[in-house]
């Protein structure tokens, strides 16, 4: 018995802006721009058309200027045209021609998509066929990239990043009002609204199609306007450049070359140097790459999620829906200390190892410089969608769930350079010098409502978030060392990513109250988590309504403010100063015996 899949679910009513990419969610099956096989094959019919012209070169300098030219008995245009065969040969050109115009229309035909309420799916191939599908819950953000070649054409790529390796689904290539209006009905309808409220955007006036073709090219690639920021940060050029100069690898380059310096000195061998010029250039293409890159970078809150847009020539924008981000960290090189700048990096379930999205800046970079105040408006737009739910509950309005959030906001902006117990820290006892001889003073933990906080690093300081609702696992672990000087180490396991939530050099029963605490308050904030249907929320209940909150008991109705419900278990969090976290009613105090906290796999 052969199964064959029913109908598509049709898509949800809609309106509004997303209604101009109503066509193409509508479950059908749609083609991709008519230039995609050009631009997907140009390559090869750009090296073809160099070869041509190379081969003609002498030719167009003999009809130019009679004798002037080079002869070369091996040229290939002449063998042609000296033995009479320019019939034969332009026909076989034009034979080639109709047969990549035939295999380009025959590629644009097989590759088709189609946009349900329930997936994005992706068929091509003419001889060897493939399928991908994106569960629209399950997709981890959007991203339009813009090449310099596609960007001429008024064509842009869209990709949805999925969990999992070679996982993500591209659709390649749309046109840039097509795929823009496509990413935001998507979702839409991942976030489970069940209409979208939002108006029709003023028609734009045109200026006739060359001057519109210029004005889409050099158009910025965060339009307010547009995508309806409610907040905005930009980085700054200029900080940008002394960021990129006081760097790591620039340090290394130095020391590099002076160390061919002195080799040179010492020794009066040149042959060195003339690998350094290699070194060079490989450092400068770095650089402007770099910094090509990070140019027009913005981050903003926008009602679908966190938008970061950045490139120069080629433009890339990427929408993450709330609740995809895994781990924060804010980070501090040693060079950047001077003028108080920090980065902003994150953790996120996704890996581009299909090639498709070979720029991981847009993946883990949030921020790649910035001051205090940057981190903390940048933390303002990350943290109310990721800790906001297991405060305020998960029929909070937006409103509410950055009041939720704002605890820990402002305990990350006053902890970026504390040490000790300030701010409520529960930090490494005077024996962890031994492993952490400049650090075991900063490097320490605690809780605020929705994540557990860790800092580390006095060289090199940093700030890690992991929202509780994130954490995968946790795992306590103590080496010998350790073992002798009644430490432990703790490490907050979430998805891979660039940043580690680990810390050590922890006394051993403060390593075990952070494992048994994080354990339970994870399991609480899990439970209220609605981040993979951030907008359905908004219909199923108004504020003031009764709310049904889900526990290990069993469904309790309360009749409180949406901002008022908040998981078991959680304790009131202790003023900054304060000497002992917050933890779960029930778990033991600071002061038990190592038995009295539950040891791993008892149950609760």
Same mark, same amino acid.
């Given at each position: 018995?052969?199964?064959?899949?029913?109908?598509?679910?049709?898509?949800?009513?809609?309106?509004?802006?997303?209604?101009?990419?109503?066509?193409?969610?509508?479950?059908?099956?749609?083609?991709?721009?008519?230039?995609?096989?050009?631009?997907?094959?140009?390559?090869?019919?750009?090296?073809?058309?160099?070869?041509?012209?190379?081969?003609?070169?002498?030719?167009?300098?003999?009809?130019?200027?009679?004798?002037?030219?080079?002869?070369?008995?091996?040229?290939?245009?002449?063998?042609?045209?000296?033995?009479?065969?320019?019939?034969?040969?332009?026909?076989?050109?034009?034979?080639?021609?109709?047969?990549?115009?035939?295999?380009?229309?025959?590629?644009?035909?097989?590759?088709?998509?189609?946009?349900?309420?329930?997936?994005?799916?992706?068929?091509?191939?003419?001889?060897?066929?493939?399928?991908?599908?994106?569960?629209?819950?399950?997709?981890?953000?959007?991203?339009?990239?813009?090449?310099?070649?596609?960007?001429?054409?008024?064509?842009?790529?869209?990709?949805?990043?999925?969990?999992?390796?070679?996982?993500?689904?591209?659709?390649?290539?749309?046109?840039?009002?097509?795929?823009?209006?496509?990413?935001?009905?998507?979702?839409?309808?991942?976030?489970?609204?069940?209409?979208?409220?939002?108006?029709?955007?003023?028609?734009?006036?045109?200026?006739?199609?060359?001057?519109?073709?210029?004005?889409?090219?050099?158009?910025?690639?965060?339009?307010?306007?547009?995508?309806?920021?409610?907040?905005?940060?930009?980085?700054?050029?200029?900080?940008?450049?002394?960021?990129?100069?006081?760097?790591?690898?620039?340090?290394?380059?130095?020391?590099?070359?002076?160390?061919?310096?002195?080799?040179?000195?010492?020794?009066?061998?040149?042959?060195?140097?003339?690998?350094?010029?290699?070194?060079?250039?490989?450092?400068?293409?770095?650089?402007?790459?770099?910094?090509?890159?990070?140019?027009?970078?913005?981050?903003?809150?926008?009602?679908?999620?966190?938008?970061?847009?950045?490139?120069?020539?080629?433009?890339?924008?990427?929408?993450?829906?709330?609740?995809?981000?895994?781990?924060?960290?804010?980070?501090?090189?040693?060079?950047?200390?001077?003028?108080?700048?920090?980065?902003?990096?994150?953790?996120?379930?996704?890996?581009?190892?299909?090639?498709?999205?070979?720029?991981?800046?847009?993946?883990?970079?949030?921020?790649?410089?910035?001051?205090?105040?940057?981190?903390?408006?940048?933390?303002?737009?990350?943290?109310?969608?990721?800790?906001?739910?297991?405060?305020?509950?998960?029929?909070?309005?937006?409103?509410?769930?950055?009041?939720?959030?704002?605890?820990?906001?402002?305990?990350?902006?006053? /902890?970026?350079?504390?040490?000790?117990?300030?701010?409520?820290?529960?930090?490494?006892?005077?024996?962890?010098?031994?492993?952490?001889?400049?650090?075991?003073?900063?490097?320490?933990?605690?809780?605020?409502?929705?994540?557990?906080?860790?800092?580390?690093?006095?060289?090199?300081? /940093?700030?890690?978030?992991?929202?509780?609702?994130?954490?995968?696992?946790?795992?306590?672990?103590?080496?010998?060392?350790?073992?002798?000087?009644?430490?432990? /180490?703790?490490?907050?396991?979430?998805?891979?990513?660039?940043?580690?939530?680990?810390?050590?050099?922890?006394?051993?029963?403060?390593?075990?109250?952070?494992?048994?605490?994080?354990?339970?308050?994870?399991?609480?904030?899990?439970?209220?988590?609605? /981040?993979?249907?951030?907008?359905?929320?908004?219909?199923?209940?108004?504020?003031?309504?009764?709310?049904?909150?889900?526990?290990?008991?069993?469904?309790?109705?309360?009749?409180?403010?949406?901002?008022?419900?908040?998981?078991?278990?959680?304790?009131?969090?202790?003023?900054?100063?304060?000497?002992?976290?917050?933890?779960?009613?029930?778990?033991?105090?600071?002061?038990?015996?190592?038995?009295?906290?539950?040891?791993?796999?008892?149950?609760?």
């Amino acid at each position: 018995m052969t199964f064959r899949p029913g109908p598509p679910p049709p898509a949800p009513p809609h309106r509004g802006d997303a209604a101009a990419a109503a066509p193409l969610t509508d479950g059908e099956w749609h083609r991709m721009h008519p230039l995609t096989p050009l631009l997907k094959g140009g390559i090869f019919l750009i090296v073809v058309l160099g070869y041509v012209l190379n081969s003609l070169r002498d030719q167009l300098v003999e009809f130019f200027i009679p004798g002037g030219g080079p002869q070369d008995d091996g040229d290939p245009v002449r063998y042609v045209y000296e033995h009479g065969v320019v019939g034969w040969v332009l026909l076989g050109i034009v034979v080639v021609l109709v047969v990549l115009i035939g295999l380009f229309y025959l590629s644009w035909r097989m590759h088709e998509f189609r946009v349900t309420g329930e997936i994005v799916e992706v068929r091509s191939g003419v001889l060897f066929r493939t399928n991908r599908k994106a569960r629209l819950d399950r997709i981890q953000g959007i991203n339009i990239s813009r090449p310099l070649v596609p960007r001429i054409f008024g064509t842009a790529k869209l990709e949805i990043a999925q969990a999992g390796n070679d996982a993500n689904v591209q659709l390649a290539y749309l046109g840039v009002r097509a795929a823009d209006d496509l990413r935001q009905r998507i979702l839409v309808l991942a976030s489970g609204a069940k209409d979208d409220e939002r108006q029709h955007d003023p028609a734009r006036a045109s200026n006739g199609v060359l001057q519109d073709r210029v004005d889409e090219i050099f158009s910025p690639e965060l339009d307010p306007a547009a995508v309806r920021a409610t907040r905005i940060v930009k980085v700054h050029p200029g900080r940008l450049i002394a960021s990129m100069l006081l760097s790591g690898t620039t340090v290394f380059i130095l020391a590099a070359v002076a160390a061919m310096i002195v080799s040179v000195a010492l020794t009066g061998e040149y042959g060195i140097l003339f690998g350094l010029f290699p070194a060079v250039i490989g450092a400068g293409g770095y650089y402007v790459r770099k910094f090509s890159r990070s140019l027009q970078y913005t981050i903003a809150e926008t009602r679908d999620g966190i938008r970061i847009g950045f490139g120069l020539v080629s433009t890339s924008n990427e929408t993450l829906p709330p609740g995809r981000i895994h781990a924060v960290s804010v980070a501090q090189p040693l060079l950047w200390r001077p003028f108080g700048w920090w980065d902003v990096r994150i953790n996120r379930a996704t890996n581009a190892g299909n090639g498709a999205s070979n720029n991981q800046q847009v993946s883990s970079i949030v921020l790649p410089v910035g001051t205090a105040r940057d981190v903390r408006e940048v933390l303002d737009i990350i943290l109310p969608g990721l800790v906001g739910t297991a405060v305020a509950g998960p029929a909070a309005s937006q409103e509410q769930l950055r009041e939720g959030s704002a605890v820990a906001v402002d305990v990350v902006d006053d /902890s970026l350079t504390t040490t000790g117990d300030r701010g409520g820290f529960v930090h490494s006892p005077r024996r962890g010098a031994w492993l952490r001889p400049f650090a075991f003073r900063r490097n320490g933990y605690r809780f605020v409502p929705g994540a557990v906080l860790l800092r580390l690093g006095a060289v090199w300081r /940093s700030l890690v978030i992991v929202p509780l609702p994130r954490v995968q696992s946790v795992k306590v672990s103590q080496g010998p060392l350790e073992r002798a000087l009644r430490l432990a /180490s703790v490490h907050v396991q979430t998805v891979q990513g660039p940043v580690s939530a680990s810390i050590g050099a922890l006394d051993a029963r403060d390593a075990q109250r952070l494992w048994s605490d994080t354990s339970a308050r994870a399991v609480e904030a899990a439970a209220a988590d609605t /981040s993979h249907r951030w907008r359905e929320r908004e219909a199923r209940v108004a504020p003031g309504a009764p709310v049904a909150v889900d526990g290990p008991a069993g469904h309790q109705a309360q009749h409180a403010p949406a901002a008022s419900v908040a998981p078991r278990g959680w304790s009131p969090e202790p003023a900054p100063g304060g000497a002992e976290p917050a933890r779960p009613t029930g778990t033991a105090p600071p002061g038990s015996p190592w038995g009295a906290v539950p040891p791993p796999g008892a149950a609760r």
